[in-house]
């Protein structure tokens, strides 16, 4: 191997490998812990929908932060004290500015882009060029949009939802193969985020994406292809639970209906060919009301589609659906009975009054006493993503000012490859049913806890609070301990700055005996006195060389990894 | 090792590799570090580091008896009556706070070696950068990053955490009780350490449970992520089987209230059980007494004699159940604290921050007695006067690890950063003799020619398998692997030394082959 460096040797391998979610049937370890049913028999909180009217402190803010977005920044809990509850929310849930697409990261010394984009510039409204751009085209998709959740410039729900989206409408992009398709499919996404949940399917149904990716564009006339029309009902809209409900004619009926749609690889936009569309008319069962959909011809073949969508948006169960898989993604997995009554069924009303539209939902869920009990904190196991990007946010890890496209993108493909090893690469479900963690019962998030991914979280920790990553740009990319503790308006107190790092990286609090003993074994060296500590932190602010900062940064990483390897660190 | 297999033995640590940094070259094999781990391994030696937090009050623990008027001079108001101070067997010039009667005992036979007046130039007084210093093995304007302990075993299993635990090594290469991983333990690459946070944690590895939770869905989830935690832990079922093969039996161990005892009951437990692992990493904190060091009628009591008092016992009992489950041939224990107090006491009935102190070293093969004068007291002590010094800290590492460890001089200079003198703690710790332990006659033949001034031959026979012969000097010191181990054929065969740079004197070579194993002298001469 010569001189290479190891570091640089292994980065490389990962950033280029495809990592899918690690297998979990053969762990021993895994099966024996995880759910064998569903957790009946804990405190559960009965709270409902009524507007929560409790304190606003720290616990319920950081709570709020968690759940809405990617790890926690303490300037956003600074900010968030300054608001009410009904402030907070609502500035979450309203519109984020819409980022600027993804750039050429992949010109090199020895390769251009063929259609003459230049590094730094949009390739998204570039033409195809060759399957080599293409390629180098869809990592750059990915990898923009991990940028995206890193430095997303808002206080926004956005970046959450534009993933609980991607997971309720999973892709994956070796299949969608089009860079300019995965794009655009995305923005479909991330422009109705919050907006209206049938809008969303209609699109979607439509999109290019979807279309290859659900064979859509080789559904004919002669030759139904059902894949999206049962993917729609059972995974889009109605859910599988319901499937005895709807006949397996329907699935045909709703197949013929969609036929003839095709897509155009220089606008990325869908086609509606008539003459590959089935004219004839689609009778349904008794589940939708015996209706039929009159079939047309010529470009009025392409109103079927709507018309499908209206017949299947009738049934109470799609929004029944929609808010259980919400409920999952920001509460908690388990849903019984009383949690149906109370959260689930008004919800599902509220939807359907409000003609399906998405925002009010999470509102009201948001601002609910349900949400704010105790008893629904710190349940969530947080995904891969979370975990990552939450760290980059949490700890405020910036990268070199001055970096073209081609350097930044290389730490995302870094963090696209280790999301991949921790078994939640985006863009890459295991299949149209997205990541099983968010459905299949009874263990839902467990999943993302095995013994594979759980060393490798640690793992990830301590590389971050050691020696960094540089992922071939040559500058490492690491927590700077003392940057985050500087924020905080007391350091030089061990008592108030370890609550105050555990406020933001534990999901459930530990006891004070743990935390005293965490002080005295590392910011304390094993002292009882607190002040050792203090004058530590005080020297390293009057004079930061060599010696003081040393001594507070290998007693602060020392504290941060024991915090970040407790079981605690994976909840939210 | 083959970069594919290296990848295939450790996907999960395959992560923990690259983020650190080091060159792809530092894997090549080194035969010689590969025979040290080897050694290691089969010698089975165990080191037990146990740190006094705080800057343990030397003058109150070895009392120099030969300048006792200068000692109540300086501190009339914590002094230990001259008639209450633990006499010792061989000397009445140092004596030992009377509350530690276990030490005393331990020292009356032969278990123990004190060194006087450790330290280094220089001293600093912070107890941060002090126990850096000494963690690291550094100079006082010297920063390293890595602990001694750290680079020794970097040296001993290179690579590590790369394809380890493996079957030469299956086991933590350090464990440390408490959390927090020490930065003794500190290597180039990564921590070489394990911990084990409590007693608590030690029985939840040891049944398999975790601590309770509440029955909500937040504790629910917090549950299974512990199991799932501790059962992927890398080292946690060869814990469990140490642990299951050896329990506490000495009747010494303190009952309750002792920190050290609870944390040397399970080293204990863990080496008898038949963990590889070499060092253990144990601590016991409050010895920052600047106030209130004894009671104020009563200067045999108090803070620092309770403390003195949990050391004695712990080690004491530690020591007797190393007897009884037969590994006190290869254990031995030091102390140390990142630095020793003020002569004079102040009047808060306590010590400040000062410079040197003794250093204790116990093992069946210590050489039994004291290494160095008592430090030399003024006659008034001023409050800025302070000990000299007159053992630099690291002339131990050097006992330990040529003597206990048996690392080359070149290993031990690279891992200390610099050559410095072994201090005599050890006896011979080879025992080494003519000697052959096997059923046949005439495995290891004699050099020839004999003394040799240039090169000479040894013949030897191979009952098939692994062989190998080392070459000692007189103090057991390991000076050159003279035939590094390898597959020979049953039969007899030849080796040839080049005399090379070795000063002319007595050394011992050392053949072994399976259970065979035989000794014999030669002379080097100009």
Redesign the interface.
């Given at each position: 191997?010569g001189?290479?460096?190891?570091?640089?040797?292994?980065?490389e391998?990962?950033a280029t490998q495809v990592e899918t979610a690690p297998v979990v049937t053969d762990d021993i370890?895994?099966n024996?812990?995880?759910?064998k049913e569903l957790?009946r028999?804990?405190?559960?909180t009965t709270g409902t929908l009524t507007k929560y009217t409790g304190q606003w402190t720290d616990n319920e803010i950081i709570h709020l932060l968690r759940r809405t977005m990617f790890g926690v920044k303490y300037e956003d809990v600074l900010a968030l004290r300054g608001m009410t509850m009904e402030q907070a929310v609502d500035e979450l849930l309203s519109p984020q500015t819409i980022p600027s697409p993804p750039v050429n990261n992949y010109n090199t010394a020895t390769y251009n882009d063929p259609t003459g984009v230049p590094l730094d510039d949009t390739w998204v409204n570039a033409p195809y060029g060759d399957s080599t751009v293409n390629s180098y085209r869809l990592l750059s998709m990915t990898n923009w949009w991990i940028g995206n959740m890193v430095y997303q410039p808002q206080r926004r729900i956005t970046e959450k939802m534009v993933f609980f989206w991607h997971n309720h409408f999973a892709t994956e992009y070796p299949a969608v193969a089009f860079a300019h398709m995965t794009y655009r499919h995305h923005m479909i996404l991330r422009n109705n985020v919050l907006g209206n949940f049938k809008t969303l399917v209609t699109q979607v149904t439509k999109d290019p994406a979807m279309l290859r990716y659900l064979n859509g564009y080789l559904n004919t006339k002669t030759a139904p292809d059902e894949n999206y029309a049962r993917e729609l009902f059972e995974l889009f809209t109605l859910g599988k639970n319901y499937k005895p409900i709807y006949s397996e004619d329907d699935i045909k009926a709703a197949a013929r209906i969609l036929t003839g749609w095709r897509y155009n690889t220089s606008t990325w936009t869908s086609v509606f060919t008539a003459n590959l569309h089935d004219t004839s008319n689609k009778t349904f069962s008794s589940f939708f009301a015996n209706t039929t959909i009159t079939g047309k011809t010529g470009a009025a073949g392409a109103q079927e589609t709507d018309e499908l969508i209206d017949m299947i948006f009738t049934k109470q169960e799609v929004a029944k659906f929609i808010v259980r898989k919400l409920y999952r993604f920001f509460v908690?997995y388990?849903i019984d009975t009383t949690t149906e009554f109370n959260i689930i069924i008004p919800l599902a009303q509220m939807m359907m009054n409000t003609n399906w539209q998405i925002k009010p939902v999470l509102e009201t869920l948001l601002k609910s006493e349900h949400f704010y009990d105790m008893?629904?904190?710190?349940?969530?196991?947080r995904t891969p993503i979370d975990y990552v990007v939450g760290t980059f946010r949490t700890f405020d890890i910036q990268l070199p000012g001055g970096w073209r496209s081609d350097n930044e993108y290389k730490i995302y493909n870094y963090l696209r490859s280790?999301m991949g090893?921790l078994g939640c690469e985006p863009n890459l479900p295991p299949n149209v049913a997205g990541w099983p963690a968010f459905y299949q019962e009874p263990d839902y998030?467990?999943k993302w806890?095995?013994?594979?991914t759980?060393?490798?979280r640690m793992?990830?920790m301590?590389?971050m609070l050691?020696?960094?990553?540089s992922a071939g740009t040559g500058t490492?990319i690491k927590i700077d301990p003392m940057h985050l503790a500087k924020k905080f308006y007391s350091p030089g107190d061990p008592n108030l700055l370890i609550d105050f790092f555990c406020d933001l990286l534990l999901?459930?609090g530990i006891s004070s005996t743990m935390k005293t003993?965490?002080k005295?074994?590392?910011l304390l060296?094993?002292?009882?006195?607190d002040y050792?500590w203090t004058n530590?932190w005080s020297a390293y602010i009057a004079n930061p060389n060599?010696?003081n900062t040393?001594?507070v940064r290998?007693?602060l990483v020392?504290?941060l990894?024991?915090l970040t390897h407790l079981?605690?660190h994976?909840?939210c | 090792m083959k970069r594919r297999d290296f990848l295939k033995v450790s996907q999960a640590a395959t992560l923990a590799y690259f983020i650190n940094g080091t060159p792809v070259s530092a894997y090549a094999r080194n035969p010689l570090l590969e025979l040290l781990a080897k050694q290691t391994a089969a010698n089975g030696r165990v080191l037990v580091m146990i740190q006094l937090n705080g800057g343990n009050d030397g003058l109150n623990t070895v009392i120099p008896l030969d300048q006792y008027s200068q000692l109540s001079n300086a501190r009339s108001n914590i002094l230990i009556p001259q008639n209450k101070v633990l006499a010792l067997a061989n000397t009445n010039l140092t004596g030992l706070h009377p509350a530690m009667t276990g030490i005393r005992d331990m020292y009356d036979n032969g278990l123990v070696n004190i060194i006087q007046g450790v330290g280094y130039p220089d001293p600093n007084f912070s107890h941060f950068r002090a126990t850096d210093i000494w963690m690291s093995g550094s100079d006082e304007n010297q920063y390293i990053n890595t602990g001694w302990l750290g680079r020794h075993l970097d040296e001993e299993f290179p690579g590590y955490p790369a394809g380890f635990p493996n079957t030469n090594m299956p086991d933590p290469l350090a464990i440390q009780i408490g959390s927090g991983i020490s930065n003794l333990l500190q290597g180039e690459n990564a921590n070489l350490g394990m911990a084990i946070a409590s007693l608590n944690s030690f029985y939840n590895i040891v049944n398999g449970t975790v601590d309770p939770a509440p029955n909500t869905p937040a504790g629910h989830e917090l549950t299974f992520i512990r199991y799932i935690k501790q059962q992927t832990e890398t080292y946690t079922k060869v814990i469990q089987t140490a642990a299951g093969m050896a329990q506490n039996v000495s009747t010494k161990w303190p009952t309750t209230g002792n920190r050290l005892a609870d944390q040397l009951k399970i080293v204990s437990r863990l080496i008898a059980g038949g963990l590889k692992t070499p060092i253990y990493v144990v601590s016991i904190g409050g010895f920052d007494t600047h106030s209130q060091q004894t009671d104020s009628t009563d200067t045999t009591v108090g803070n620092h004699a309770n403390l003195l008092q949990d050391i004695s016992e712990a080690v004491d009992a530690f020591f007797d159940e190393a007897k009884i489950h037969k590994y006190e041939d290869r254990v031995a224990a030091m102390t140390f604290s990142e630095f020793g107090r003020r002569i004079k006491s102040n009047a808060s009935g306590g010590t400040d921050h000062g410079t040197t102190a003794p250093v204790f070293v116990f093992s069946k093969y210590v050489n039994p007695g004291i290494i160095g004068v008592n430090p030399p007291l003024p006659a008034n002590a001023a409050v800025g006067d302070n000990l000299p010094l007159l053992n630099d800290y690291r002339t131990i590492y050097s006992a330990v690890l040529a003597d206990w460890f048996q690392i080359d001089t070149q290993t031990m200079d690279k891992v200390l950063m610099k050559h410095y003198k072994v201090l005599p703690v050890f006896q011979k710790t080879n025992n080494l003799e003519e000697t052959t332990i096997s059923g046949r006659d005439e495995i290891l033949g004699q050099n020839y020619p004999n003394p040799f001034s240039r090169n000479t031959t040894i013949t030897f026979s191979s009952d098939g398998g692994m062989v190998g012969i080392q070459l000692f000097d007189v103090s057991g010191r390991l000076v050159k692997n003279i035939l590094p181990p390898k597959q020979m054929d049953k039969g007899k065969h030849q080796v040839t030394i080049e005399r090379g740079d070795l000063p002319p004197g007595q050394y011992f070579y050392r053949l072994s082959n399976g259970k065979n194993q035989s000794t014999k002298q030669l002379t080097v001469m100009d």
């Open positions: 191997m001189k290479v460096n190891r570091r640089e040797f292994f980065e391998l990962i370890i895994y024996k812990y995880a759910n957790p028999g804990l405190s559960k908690y388990d008893l629904s904190m710190d349940c969530v196991i280790y090893q998030y467990q806890i095995n013994s594979t759980m060393p490798r793992q990830f301590d590389m050691g020696s960094g990553f490492a999901g459930i003993n965490f005295v074994v590392t060296s094993g002292q009882t006195q050792y530590a060599t010696t040393n001594i290998t007693r020392s504290l990894t024991e079981a605690e994976n909840l | -």
